[in-house]
């Protein structure tokens, strides 16, 4: 039977990657923003966010702890990096009409969450979970044969996130204070962007319609809250299956890229997201039979 602290693992990791998948409908709406300055207003408005959530919450002495382990700041250093590569990607992504880019980053990133797990976590696969692996590698194959490079949107995404999620376990930083840590360590290169580029529609707050800037205002709670259920669920489940469970994200952008956005879903695209779905399925099989408690 799953654990009080597993069970809570697996919820916040649902509604993490729920959130995530409508966050596209979320960046759409100002789309004629670069993504390079969401970006910067998702970094600065989190930061604020987080900062107030601690002072109603509290958590300031976990903050002290942190300061005082170069090694877990030096972590840190590296997870804030990812996660605004992430960051940046994802935006690019949603508002240059590469969502089924995106969507298809997010179902690698399984792949790149179990080879992770093996390698430094000392995870083992069983023999259906290798089959899922198998399969979801030839739909990866298929992708790149189609169009004769690798997507490099999909790799990216999948990639920086996959490693962020490593070493946000490793480190072992409650998700408050990790989140706090991270957006204070990315705060001051986007106050030097700001301030660099004063006179572009960043510093134009004053002078924009009220719902953009409630919209940019927002970022910091789109940005907080998933993250913060994502790090909380990380340290209490396996990496695998923190992993898989993430297909409810990139589900959603899916469904929401071909249903509301047109994007086009071509044959070599349709096998290729065929092969991930049949070895998501397999996994998730395992894994819940695997657990099912034996009388």
């Known amino acids: 039977m799953f654990n009080s602290e597993h069970s809570k693992g697996i919820i916040s990791a649902i509604c993490a990657y729920t959130l995530w998948g409508f966050a596209p409908l979320y960046f759409k709406s100002f789309d004629h923003v670069s993504a390079t300055e969401i970006l910067i207003h998702r970094v600065i ?10 002072m109603m919450l509290g958590g300031f002495s976990h903050l002290r702890q942190v ?12 997870t804030s990096i990812l996660i605004a590569i992430n960051w940046l990607l ?10 089924l880019d995106a969507s298809l980053g997010y179902f690698i990133n399984p792949l790149i969450n179990v080879v992770l ?23 990866v194959l298929i992708q790149i044969i189609s169009f004769g490079s690798i997507p490099l949107v999909s790799f990216g995404l999948a990639c920086s996130f996959g490693l962020y999620g490593l070493l946000r376990k490793k480190v072992n930083v409650d998700a408050k204070t ?7 360590i990315l705060f001051p290169v986007a106050l030097i962007y700001l301030l660099a580029n004063v006179g ?9 319609d009220l719902l953009l800037n409630m919209l940019l205002i927002a970022a910091g709670v789109v940005t907080t809250i998933p993250l913060l259920c994502f790090a909380f669920s990380a340290v209490r489940i ?4 923190l992993g898989f469970l993430q297909y409810i994200g990139p589900s959603i952008m899916f469904i929401i890229a ?11 695209k349709s096998m290729t997201f065929g092969f991930i779905w049949i070895a998501l399925l397999i996994f998730t099989v395992d894994i819940f039979y695997k657990r099912k408690p034996i009388n």
Not at 90 to 96: L, T, Y
Not at 117 to 139: C, D, I, N, T
């Open 90 to 99: 994802f935006i690019w992504a949603v508002n240059n009409n590469h969502m």
């Open 178 to 184: 990790g989140l706090l840590v991270e957006t204070a």
């Open 258 to 268: 071909i249903t509301l956005f047109k994007e086009p879903f071509d044959l070599e």
């Open 200 to 208: 572009d529609s960043l510093t134009h707050l004053m002078s924009n």
């Open 117 to 139: 797990g093996m390698a430094f976590l000392g995870e083992r696969l069983r023999k259906l979970q290798w089959l899922a692996v198998a399969l979801a590698g030839s739909g």
């Open 45 to 54: 408005w989190s930061f604020i966010f987080v900062t107030v959530l601690m």
């Open 67 to 78: 300061l005082k382990r170069p090694k877990q700041l030096m972590i840190l250093t590296l």
């Open 238 to 241: 396996p990496l695998s299956m």
